[in-house]
């Protein structure tokens, strides 16, 4: 029989441990290829092709301050550049004690005014809208109910 005094601190490392893996985003601009923009469309098979998954830790350089205490996560943004609506997808960093959904330090430029900038940080969270979430929530649940 094994030992208890090894297993429970092995099952206890092996629970809370986080694992090493980079968050993967959805990367893309409303400006350069107009299907980035809401409704974002990427599971339809005509356009699949067009948009990847960005592995984040590999392709964001090491410039964010603090860099030992943050972490990568993806974000979507929508603002207005000279009254153009510009939808934007990608990763960005955060401190690692930072969880609000909010962008961190978003800066705009002369002619840009910031409508909406959040944060998540599961793979391909920036994809999606909130509500299709949020509606997805509520109805699988019911579903169970009025099928059981």
């Known amino acids: 029989m094994m030992n208890l005094s090894l297993f429970v601190p092995v099952l206890l ?9 980079s968050v ?4 893309c601009s409303s400006d350069l290829n107009p299907l980035c923009n809401d409704p ?3 599971g339809r098979s005509d356009n699949s092709y067009l948009f990847r998954l960005e592995n984040c ?7 964010y301050p603090y860099l030992t205490s943050s972490k990568s996560v993806c974000k979507k943004q929508k603002k207005y550049v000279n009254g153009l609506l510009v939808v934007t997808r990608g990763c960005t960093w955060k401190r690692q004690d930072d969880y609000y959904t909010n ?8 002619n840009e005014v910031t409508t909406y900038c959040e944060t998540c940080e599961f793979d391909g969270c920036n994809g999606a809208s909130a509500i ?6 509520l109805v699988v649940p019911l579903g169970l109910l009025l099928f059981k």
Not at 57 to 63: E, I, L, R
């Open 13 to 21: 490392l092996a629970v809370f441990v986080k694992d090493g893996e």
């Open 24 to 27: 993967r985003c959805w990367t």
């Open 40 to 42: 974002f469309l990427v």
């Open 57 to 63: 830790d590999a392709s964001t350089g090491a410039t």
């Open 103 to 110: 962008c961190p330090g978003s800066t705009n430029g002369p």
């Open 132 to 137: 299709g979430k949020t509606l997805a929530l």
